[in-house]
């Protein structure tokens, strides 16, 4: 059964780092001034390798969070990095 999965994030620029990292390199776009990566996988078994790479891009890139939804499951990813200089 196909699953749709949307990632959220501050801005499209963001999106478009979470997207640069995932597999099939998806298409980042911006609703109501947020970025969203739309995904649509074959099952839900293939979310659980997303949920480290979204992860890592969160604190590599020190966004300070992306949402990861699917059905009526959501993983919140925050920067545990600081933003001060």
Known sequence: MAVNV???????????LIA?????RPQATSWRGYG???????N?????PLLPIV???????????????FGDEER????RRSHAS
Do not use: N, Q, Y
């Open 6 to 16: 949307t990632i959220d994030a501050r801005s499209r620029d963001e999106a478009e």
């Open 20 to 24: 640069a990292a995932l597999p099939g």
């Open 36 to 42: 969203i990566v739309r995904l649509r996988l074959r």
């Open 44 to 48: 839900k078994r293939e979310i659980e």
């Open 55 to 69: 992860e890592d891009c969160v604190e590599r890139h020190r966004l300070p969070w992306a949402r990861l939804r």
């Open 76 to 79: 919140m990813f925050k920067s």
